[in-house]
Each structure stands twice: as structure tokens, then as C-alpha cells.
T-cell receptor
Framework: NAGVTQTPKFQVLKTGQSMTLQCAQD?????MSWYRQDPGMGLRLIHY???????DQGEVPNGYNVSRSTTEDFPLRLLSAAPSQTSVYFC???????????????FGPGTRLTVT | AQSVTQLDSQVPVFEEAPVELRCNYS??????LFWYVQYPNQGLQLLLK??????LVKGINGFEAEFNKSQTSFHLRKPSVHISDTAEYFC???????????FGQGTRLTINP
């Protein structure tokens, strides 16, 4: 198993540009999520999904869109990049029956995004 | 809503010394508690978790943590650290019945030879 993969590893954008961060997992996990990591702020949840076709907002969703058309993929779209979106982005997945046993979340290696 | 506070942003210790990384949480319902470790330029991996039962939980790499419900704490300890333990450590909480994992701000552990 490759686990959770993310592409690209690094990206530089200009303000106003759009892009998609890719996330894929091969463990057949229902639950997938996106976090951003900023110094001194830990990880903050952007969006999450409990299965194909189902997504919901996390703590900091503004400026980001997600969709979940398959179990394996959960892309994160930046619609119009801003310098405040400079961050490291992590995707994570887990088995997670709704409200049930909290299986371990597996994290991808991250994407380091700089917006100038 | 749940929240997590990691009381120290940085902890420097000497090699082979003991270490404690402090974590306090707030929640109106019962919770599950986790510690994750992030080595430089890597993603997060699970160190240990408390779900129920014994309040002392053991994890990988010689770490352990104790759940204290009355103090709403889940402090992480290791009796003797190594250079390889240099990393950032995150405490996280998930309310029972909920999906979301809420993370603390992180503690950077630096081991000096």
C-alpha cells in the first residue's frame, strides 16, 4: 500500500491564481480530511468527507473547495490564492464508521504552498 | 466544542534526560485523546491514543501518556530521550460520537547532546 499520497510537494503561486492540491489513498478509507499547518497554530481542519459524494466544512473553509467523487481521491481547490493561504497542507484518511470507533488517521507527507 | 492547549511551545532537554510534554483539553462530552509526532519535513504519525480503560497508555518509541479526567489532562512522558526524538509533538482530541479531530498548537522537542 502506498498509503496517503499528496501532489505536488512544493508549489509557488501568484496572488489570484487557482490550483488543485491532489490527495489519494489506497486503503479504502471512508473518512478523508484536509488540514493546514501554520507555525504556533497546530493543524486546523479545512474540509472533510465521510464518504464519496459527502463533504463538509471544517474550522477554516473560506477560500477552499473540495469534492469527493471516488473513495480514493479528495482534491482541495484554491479558487483565488491569497498570501494568507501560504501554509503546509496535509491530507489524512481513516476508517471511520459514523460516530463509531476512532480508527487511526493516516497523514500524507504534505504540500508546502507559498503564495506571493 | 472541544479545544486543546499544549502548555509549552518548545521544550529543550539533554539526551538521556526524562521529558514531559503537557496537554490539557476542554470538552462537555467524553473524549478520545491522541498524541502525534511530526519529524522534520514529514507528515504526522500516531504515537499513542486513549480510548477507554486504563488511564496509562503506552505508545511507540518508549513514550507513554496518562489520562487524568479530573484535571482534563493527557501529558506525554518518556523516561530517557534520544537525539532521534527531536520532533514536533501534537496532542489531539475527538469527542465521542463526532468525526473531527481537534489539534493543539504543538510542542517542539529539542534534544541536546
Amino acid at each position: 500500500n502506498a498509503g496517503v499520497t499528496q501532489t505536488p510537494k512544493f508549489q509557488v503561486l501568484k496572488t489570484g491564481q487557482s490550483m488543485t492540491l491532489q490527495c489519494a489513498q489506497d486503503m479504502n478509507h471512508e473518512y478523508m480530511s484536509w488540514y493546514r499547518q501554520d507555525p504556533g497554530m497546530g493543524l486546523r481542519l479545512i474540509h472533510y468527507s465521510v464518504g464519496a459524494g459527502i463533504t463538509d466544512q471544517g474550522e477554516v473553509p473560506n477560500g477552499y473547495n473540495v469534492s469527493r467523487s471516488t473513495t480514493e481521491d479528495f482534491p482541495l481547490r484554491l479558487l483565488s490564492a491569497a498570501p494568507s493561504q501560504t501554509s503546509v497542507y496535509f491530507c489524512a484518511s481513516s476508517y471511520s464508521p459514523l460516530g463509531g470507533y476512532p480508527y487511526e488517521q493516516y497523514f500524507g507527507p504534505g504540500t508546502r504552498l507559498t503564495v506571493t | 466544542a472541544q479545544s486543546v492547549t499544549q502548555l509549552d511551545s518548545q521544550v529543550p532537554v539533554f539526551e538521556e534526560a526524562p521529558v514531559e510534554l503537557r496537554c490539557n483539553y476542554s470538552s462537555s462530552v467524553s473524549v478520545y485523546l491522541f498524541w502525534y509526532v511530526q519529524y522534520p519535513n514529514q507528515g504526522l504519525q500516531l504515537l499513542l491514543k486513549y480510548l477507554s480503560g486504563s488511564t496509562l497508555v503506552k505508545g511507540i518509541n518508549g513514550f507513554e501518556a496518562e489520562f487524568n479526567k479530573s484535571q482534563t489532562s493527557f501529558h506525554l512522558r518518556k523516561p530517557s530521550v534520544h537525539i532521534s526524538d527531536t520532533a514536533e509533538y501534537f496532542c489531539a482530541v475527538r469527542a465521542q460520537g463526532a468525526q473531527k479531530l481537534v489539534f493543539g498548537q504543538g510542542t517542539r522537542l529539542t534534544i541536546n547532546p
